[in-house]
């Protein structure tokens, strides 16, 4: 207890003395983010700076072991860390989908080479991960994916279509679920990680409903991959997707804690809105604080669960479906609370449609990354063990 | 961290068969209300959780106690919860024991408490709903003591207990937190009748009227037209218990209805096969371990005297009873008919919900005091 309190002081100090002042205002937008990697173009020299001293130190990826660029902290210290940032309203220096996903599955199934590449590379920030999982007749029954992987002795050949690739087009390599066998559905998938760079790899946007393209369909048209690029064994690639799914639902749960507390005016989870005259409205805000300072509550609960190995498995299910439920409603509160400020969808005044364009994006939350209803599924079936699901 | 210490799972493991064994439905519960028992719970079994250090969980070593906190008291009252074990437990030795701690009064009826001997509770509501603010019974200075004139209702064992924490107005307007003083009312007292009220869930309340009751000025707990503190220390323990006592309500009536979900079969198959009941299941699971979280969070910080400690106390206790609610209305419907008759227990877990979720302030009570304390 007294190394934690005395961590916790020269965690502040160090904080203090290298987060850069612009660091520590809140995000305006998504595009605040610093997501890394070889094409990124930094929003300012205080946000490059604010990664490069993070990431040598290792906390970008606080509890990451040392060797493969992260900080080797202990749960405990990681906790104190977070809180320290949070504390100091310090904007969290990298965020890619190789630090919430790809990096715990190398870390369970990379092998030595793999771990110390890879995890580094993400660790730094340099390298921006994608992931192929899902094709056009694969969404909730992923492990139907028909995406090709042919086994040419020293590499494999790869033909197919990923569609809902988040960010494809920005990222720099994939890390892609592929069918190396027909002969079994969920024994016939493997993990490959290769550069978006290839010859072969292209990718083409989706316009959603919010006017945005966060999404794309990438195609492989004859994409040679090495074979020492294979994560786990071949055939097995189902265990390791799994396992990262796990992750991506763990932090996609996240978004259930929206803007934090104590940042609105009105509505402690809700944003910043004005005060409420409608007192129907008030008491709808009213009940989705309740529920959202509870899952506050339960996402602290379940992190400290995880890092102590008491949380179920299947429990990133449950968060995910409860934390997207409660970012939809969220969106529904903004909307409600905005009136017709918040139908404008381009406008100066309306941040260029930010409250529309959130609010339609959130109804994705609860499809991607496995539906809801996939997870109360997962939920039925591995925690309440009810038949036949 | 929000996992349970190795000494708060000791614990967990010494309660869990304890109330599952001798504090069970049909031991307890059903047992009192079948042969008509007018305090609705045994005495014996009360002493028994003496025996067991429970009375005093509370109460400070120095005055005997284990010096515990409200985590460690949520955890026996999970339990309580989940077996609808009918006990003295949340009034006396969590909410009494936080207004009587740290006053002059504390000496007097700690022993007692430990002992198993002691009943107490708090006379609050003055209405069909809570609003401690809204007190408007009087308490007028007379010689060197006070007058008592008003009524109560909805005083939780109130027929039963020895001592009374009734708050009254010795200033101020109702409304206000300030001018509450917070009373010493012993068992008997000259001008106190109690009208027993027995609740849907079997349990006995009180509706009080005091006319004319006379107390010394050291019935008062703290100070004079401060009664607010003490009281809020009683509220907040009281509040945090109940949500945990909720949650092991939603605990025991979702687990009895999940394993129901796997006998129970119509269409030749098991009815938990049905996706649409799955879906049901799966997220009631998600809302009571959401709420298992809050009720934590709040004893956690109540624990620790954390600014935020209020506000989590109403998320607890909001969240807890809608949750709790939903658990037993699915629990009644997954059951079908027999969930309907009086032969089942889930049944019991209804109608246990209802009142604890009154108790203390309502679902509502507390989302609206959600909004107060956000400034909204």
Redesign the interface.
Known sequence: MADLDSFRSETRAWLEANCPPEMRTPMRSEKDLCWGGRNFEFQSEAQKRWLDVMASKGWTVPDWPKEYGGGGLSPAESKVLKEEMRALGCRPPLTSFGISMLGPALLKYGNEEQKKRFLTEIARGEIRWCQGYSEPGAGSDLAGLQTKAEDQGDHYLVNGQKVWTSYADQADWIFCLVRTSSESKHGGISFLLFDMESPGVSTKPILLISGNSPFCETFFDDVKVPKDQLVGEVNKGWDVAKYLLGHEREMISGMGLGSGIGTGASGVMLGPVAKPEDPLLRAEIAAFDVDALAFAAMSERFIDQLKAGEAHPALPSMMKYAGTELNKRRNELVMAAGGSDALEWDSERSKGGKSARDWLRSKANSIEGGTSEIQLGIVAKHILRLPGA | ???LTDDQRLLQDSVRPFMAEEGAIKKQLRHWRDTGCTDGYGTDFWRQFAELGLTGILIPEAQGGSGLGLVEAGVVLEEVGRNLTPSPFLTTAVAAVRALEGSAQAERWFPGIIAGETVATLAIDEGKHHNPARTAMEARRQGNGFVLNGAKQFTVHGNSADVILVAARTGGAAGESDGLTLFVVEKGANGLSVETATLADSSKAARLRLDNVAVDADAVIGEVDGGWAPLSRALNAGRAGAAAELVGVAAGASEMT?EY??QRKQFG??I??F?V???R???L???I???R??A??AAQLLDAGDDRAE??V???K??AG?VSALAVQEGVQMHGGIGMTDEHDIGLYMKREAVLSELFGS?RF???R??EL???
Do not use: D
Request: aromatic fraction near 10%.
């Open positions: 961290m929000m996992t999940f979900l796997k198959k098991l938990g096969e996706q009941l799955q879906h299941a799966a997220h699971y998600g809302e371990e959401i709420a979280a809050a934590l969070k506000l989590f109403s998320v607890a909001a969240k809608r679902p507390h989302a609206a959600v909004a956000s400034g909204y």
